[in-house]
């Protein structure tokens, strides 16, 4: 075991400088250990297993089904290839919302069981206590507010949040509260570019944005949209950094037709 510490290593004192130094925090999510290890590669600071993965893993509709096992076992997978990110787990839903208690030991057995860096859940006021129980424990918590999908049978659609002032009063106000218990960072998802601005000039901790504009602290994205791997889903605010769908089918079909016609394998393929 080595004593030596990993200044490499992306830590919430990293990112808290980066937000100090304006360096922007760049995000992805991974369920894999295959994709975690090529996204630490390529210099990604923060690595969320999300609980994206019951959408574009499971595929489902909601990530209301993803279980606490099944975050676990993703990121036990995803941690075995990251060196130099700060891996983060999402706190499935019912894992947290009904007591402080109960999300407080769940966060807890994802810590002991996985070797990741910290946990994300969604909420403002509401998860407050159980944000100070987690933190005060010693676990690093990144929060989640605007668009929060655990809720989406709340809010009945994925549409932005904080459009009405009313409503981005109340983000902002989140936004504090959350700061005030002790989360590290904020994601915020799909809420105007202004609002996304305001609250990042009005906290201390880092924000991550996603489809919240340019001026978070960071940026985060699901990994297979921005891969062009989900290709039903395209909403404005995912940009795609390659087409894997329409690469992956042409090679799949070259392999079938090889196969077919007796190509594949070759002598120099075959023992
Ligand atoms: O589950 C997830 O991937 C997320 C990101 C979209 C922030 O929560």
């Known amino acids: 075991m080595s004593t030596q510490t990993d200044f490499r290593k ?24 295959l994709t975690a290890r090529l996204l630490d590669k390529a210099g990604v600071d923060v690595i969320l297993v999300g609980d994206s993965l019951g959408n574009v893993f499971q595929g489902n509709e909601t990530t209301l089904s993803v ?7 993703h990121t036990k ?53 159980t944000v100070k129980k987690i933190t005060e424990a010693g676990i690093p918590v990144m929060g989640h507010i605007g ?14 949040r904080g459009t009405s002032a009313e409503e981005a009063r109340i983000l902002l106000k989140d936004a504090k509260i959350l700061e005030q218990a002790g989360a590290f960072s904020i994601v915020l998802e799909k ?16 924000t991550i944005g996603i489809g919240a504009g340019p001026n978070c602290d960071g940026q ?9 791997l989900n290709v039903e889903f395209r909403p404005r605010f995912v940009r795609h950094y390659a087409e894997l769908a329409s690469g992956i089918i042409s090679a799949v079909n070259n392999y079938v037709e090889d196969v077919k016609k007796k190509q594949f394998p070759n002598s120099k393929e075959s023992y």
């Open 10 to 33: 992306i830590t919430t004192n990293t990112l808290l400088l980066s937000k100090k130094s304006r360096t922007k925090i760049a995000a992805l999510t991974a369920y894999d250990f």
């Open 67 to 73: 279980t606490l096992d099944e975050m676990i076992y």
């Open 77 to 129: 997978a995803v941690t075995k290839g990251v060196d130099r990110a700060m891996v983060i787990v999402d706190m499935p839903f019912m894992s947290y919302q009904t007591n402080p208690d109960e999300g407080f030991r769940n966060a807890g057995r994802i810590m002991k069981e996985t070797s990741a860096g910290g946990v994300k859940l969604e909420g403002g006021e509401r998860v407050a206590e």
């Open 147 to 160: 668009l929060t999908p655990q809720s989406i049978h709340k809010f009945g659609s994925y549409k932005a």
């Open 191 to 206: 809420i105007p570019a202004s609002l996304a601005k305001k609250i990042t000039e009005s906290i201390s901790v880092p």
């Open 220 to 228: 985060i994205l699901v990994t297979p949209d921005m891969l062009g």
